[in-house]
């Protein structure tokens, strides 16, 4: 992470611990010691507190930022930087990029939700496994409108534009994320749905106006597609997509289905 967190930003830390002085500069390989003195970053603690945040007894950024255990000197944006340097808290770093429509039911075509507001089963058992949710955009309602008046209505390539769109956001992200090396688990659909299936879908033609085909098909949805498309052009690789079968109301199987998410997450 030190080429990460230390790229182009060059700094003098003065430390004042009990009254004696330390500077350091900042280079891209981290803290080396300095003579100079014309500190931007004045940071100010007993040895006693140096040490319990050496022993990661005492979070760093809490104690400029909450307790007071050290005093702070510069602006807030290079106390970021020093708090994640020194990061010290439970974060597993490890994160799962879900169909938006798991966490929030309210999306979901009339009739498909057999939650009040969230596929609680799977986001427990995600959550249970000390991994991070990041819902993804729903494409069809920001597309489509939140009751998907214009489904079926929009040029196919219009639609596609604006999925392809929702799923650059979601790239943006992936990318942040890997670049701060966080373990992406997974990307996970919705399958069978025409725009986050994986696997399945279901009456993908209908919703791009070019048949009335409601039928069960194999392959990716179409906001699948654009992000499967995007991560290549990007050379984004090794990240897991799958879908999970969306449940509908009185239908059973859930276990088998947080039984597959379980093996997955515990592999990765
Ligand atoms: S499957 Fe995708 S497009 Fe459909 S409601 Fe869920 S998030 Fe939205």
Not at 213 to 225: L, N
Request: glycine share 8%.
């Amino acid at each position: 992470m030190l080429q990460v967190r230390f790229h182009d930003w060059k700094r003098q830390i003065q430390w004042i611990i009990d009254g004696e002085n330390y500077f350091w500069q900042t280079s891209e390989n981290g803290f080396q010691f300095t003579d100079s003195n014309q500190p931007d970053i004045v940071l100010k603690c007993s040895r006693n507190n140096l040490n319990r945040i050496a022993e990661i007894k005492l979070s760093f950024f809490i104690s400029i930022w909450a307790t007071g255990d050290i005093q702070f000197q510069g602006s807030f944006a290079d106390a970021f930087r020093l708090g994640y340097i020194f990061l010290s808290d439970k974060r597993k770093r490890k994160v799962i990029f879900l169909a938006h429509c798991f966490l929030n039911t309210n999306t979901r075509f009339p009739g498909g939700c057999a939650y009040d507001g969230a596929t609680m089963p799977l986001i427990k058992t995600v959550l249970d496994c000390g991994v991070g949710i990041i819902q993804m955009p729903c494409p069809e309602y920001l597309c489509l409108g939140l009751e998907k008046y214009k489904y079926g209505e929009m040029a196919p390539e219009e639609m596609r534009k604006c999925f392809r769109e929702k799923a650059e956001e979601v790239i943006k992200q992936i990318k942040d994320y890997l670049k701060f090396r966080f373990d992406i688990l997974g990307v996970i659909g919705m399958n069978p749905s025409p725009s986050c299936g994986v696997e399945i879908t279901k009456g993908k033609g209908t919703m791009l106006g070019i048949d009335r085909d409601t039928s069960e098909k194999e392959g990716p949805g179409v906001f699948i597609e654009e992000l499967i498309k995007l991560l290549k052009e990007e050379r984004i690789e090794n990240i897991p997509i799958f879908g999970i079968r969306r449940i509908l109301p009185g239908e059973e199987g859930i276990e088998e289905r947080l039984e597959q998410i379980k093996t997955r997450l515990s592999q990765s």
